[in-house]
């Protein structure tokens, strides 16, 4: 199993930045890729942005050209840096994995972390 832990949410003005974390640990060695999503209330859950072993990455198109991606993997730890924050990316931010192993995928969720963007 894998166990991921977000941080650095909180509360910021539109135009701010936040840079969340997510540490993870387990059975971390087979890991595919991350992914950040986030939900807004009585929304669904969606896609922010994710990043694969090799470092490729995706993004929502909400979010392009102000939020990135990262990983550092001597710390198992994956980084998403959002600049420019807008009211409409206030959310909880949850940290996901996906592990694929011969036919079989296993996914993992974090608890997730709360981002208010104030305007």
């Known amino acids: 199993q894998v166990q991921l832990v977000e941080s650095g949410g909180g509360l910021v003005q539109a135009g701010g930045s936040l840079r969340l974390s997510c540490a993870a640990s387990?059975?971390?060695?087979?890991?595919?890729?991350m992914g950040w999503y986030r939900q807004a209330p009585g929304k669904q859950r969606d896609l922010v942005a994710s990043?694969?072993?090799?470092?490729?990455?995706n993004y929502a198109d909400s979010v392009k050209g102000r939020f990135t991606i990262s990983r550092d993997n001597a710390k198992n730890t994956v980084y998403l840096q959002m600049n420019s924050l807008k009211p409409e990316d206030t959310a909880v931010y949850y940290c996901?994995?996906?592990?694929?192993?011969?036919?079989?995928?296993?996914?993992?969720w974090g608890q997730g972390t709360q981002v208010t963007v104030s305007s």
């Open positions: 996901k994995s996906k592990t694929v192993l011969g036919t079989l995928a296993y996914e993992y």
């Open positions: 387990g059975s971390i060695f087979n890991i595919n890729a």
């Open positions: 990043i694969t072993s090799e470092g490729s990455t």
